[in-house]
């Protein structure tokens, strides 16, 4: 068995330690991804403290040799602010590298700063470009993101139809405020066929998991019925 493998079976089996200390000896001896794998141990903090300067550290000798996962990491970690200053535009950059090989919350994140001119300057055609590639992957986030672009025309012809769309792909995978923003459409029949039934019941599904804004509107149309009904 080889030292990552060593490492990998001892976390898999909770003994967080002596993976850690597995990770270690295959980093010292050049492997990158144990390198990786030491970043998300100390961002993650399972076995051990969290401390995401340690991450940075570990995420940073990775991505400088290529390593993908890692360098969307480090945009996390400086779009957050996570044991270091935010910076935006130090994100932007890693994001940047990561998505250009096509990884996929990379490409969305990226988007979202395009999209608001954030560590970037706004472009919403490449916001557009990029939530479009991510979406054709099947990543629910970006979707809904483009929907919004859609439905409220920013960046785009405003397309209540095409949002719809979206909303339905990333609401079938139980993404709350795209389930919202479909209940919306549907209950005034914008963008598609008015379906009071379907629209009450993703409402009801999007306020299950605390999305506030389908919990005020469920409330306003359960008060209207009380109202009614006297």
Same mark, same amino acid.
């Given at each position: ?17 002596? #993976? ?6 295959a ?17 993650? +903090? ?8 340690r ?33 935006? %535009? ?14 996929? %919350? ?25 939530y479009?590639? #991510? ?21 785009? %012809? ?5 949002? #719809? ?12 405020? #795209? ?19 379907? +629209?009450?019941?993703l ?12 919990v ?15």
């Amino acid at each position: 068995m080889s030292i990552m493998e060593n490492a990998n079976a001892q976390f898999e089996s909770g003994n967080y330690q002596a #993976a850690k200390e597995s990770w270690r000896q295959a980093a010292e001896d050049g492997d990158v991804e144990a390198e990786f794998l030491l970043g998300q141990f100390y961002s993650q +903090g399972e076995g051990v403290k969290k401390d995401y300067q340690r991450a940075h550290d570990h995420f940073m000798k990775a991505a400088n040799s290529g390593h993908t996962e890692s360098e969307y990491s480090l945009g996390v970690l400086y779009g957050i602010g996570l044991g270091m200053d935010e910076d935006v %535009p130090e994100a932007a950059y890693w994001y940047t590298r990561a998505a250009d090989k096509q990884h996929v %919350p990379a490409m969305c994140n990226l988007a979202g700063l395009y999209e608001r001119g954030e560590g970037v300057t706004q472009d919403f055609a490449r916001a557009v470009e990029l939530y479009s590639a #991510a979406a054709q992957a099947g990543y629910v986030v970006a979707a809904f993101n483009l929907g919004v672009m859609w439905e409220n025309g920013v960046g785009l %012809p405003k397309d209540e139809a095409k949002a #719809a769309q979206l909303y339905e792909m990333a609401s079938a995978a139980g993404l709350a405020p #795209a389930q919202f923003n479909l209940a919306v459409l549907l209950l005034s029949g914008t963008g598609m066929e008015q379906d009071m039934e379907r +629209g009450l019941k993703l409402l009801e599904a999007a306020a299950a998991q605390g999305h506030e804004p389908a919990v005020n509107s469920l409330a306003t149309l359960q008060q209207a019925d009380t109202e009614t009904s006297d």
